[in-house]
């Protein structure tokens, strides 16, 4: 199958290629899933700078990308919530990227199904920036009734983070840019 890899560290341009690899293998909690769409995110930038090495010491060449969209090709044995077929999204785990590839193997507690009203396209978009939003009300320990200030409410965190923070119960103020056509 074909992947995305980045074969060294480099500030810019970046060293990716596109290569032949192997097609996942799944084990029994496992799905394997045709990638439709993956999203790019600030994390993905770090990760092709080697700017946070320290934190995420991959060895390199290795597959990039964090956040994906697809359908489902096949489910081990375990496997109960999901079936071939499912559109579904999810984010690689911390330990190894690869959503930049034809196809991930991945467990079925990291993903999820994609909302009718979403494309792949769309659903590729939310899985890190969702974590993100979520870590981020938890961190500050929201509470039903106070006010938050999300900045940058028109962007794609906003967008996600402004809901969140309404189904927690807050009151919300924003400030962002005008959409123009």
């Known amino acids: ?14 060293d990716l290629e596109i290569v032949d690899i192997p ?17 790019l995110n600030p ?17 390199t060449p290795f597959t990039a990308g964090n956040k994906f969209a697809g359908g489902i090709e096949e489910v081990g044995s375990d496997v109960v ?3 071939v077929g499912d559109r ?3 984010r690689m785990t911390l ?24 494309s792949f396209e769309e659903a590729a978009g939310i899985p890190l920036t969702a974590l993100t939003a979520y870590q981020a ?8 009734g106070k006010t938050i200030f999300i900045s ?11 809901p969140l923070a309404k189904a927690r119960g807050l009151l919300v103020v924003t400030n962002g840019r005008a959409i123009h056509k």
């Open 81 to 83: 919530d999901f079936k």
């Open 43 to 59: 994390v993905d930038y770090k990760l092709m700078t080697g700017s946070i090495r320290a934190i995420f010491p991959f060895k």
């Open 23 to 39: 097609k996942p293998t799944i084990s029994s909690q496992d799905v394997l899933i045709k990638v439709v769409a993956a999203g």
């Open 1 to 14: 199958m074909k992947a995305i890899q980045q074969i060294k560290y480099a500030k810019e341009p970046f």
């Open 88 to 90: 579904v999204y999810g």
């Open 95 to 118: 330990k190894e990227p690869g959503a930049f590839a034809e196809y991930v193997g991945i467990a079925a507690s990291e993903i999820a199904l994609i909302p009718d009203y979403l």
């Open 152 to 162: 940058g409410g028109t962007g794609g965190f906003g967008a996600i983070a402004i």
């Open 137 to 144: 009300l938890d961190l500050l320990k929201v509470e039903a």
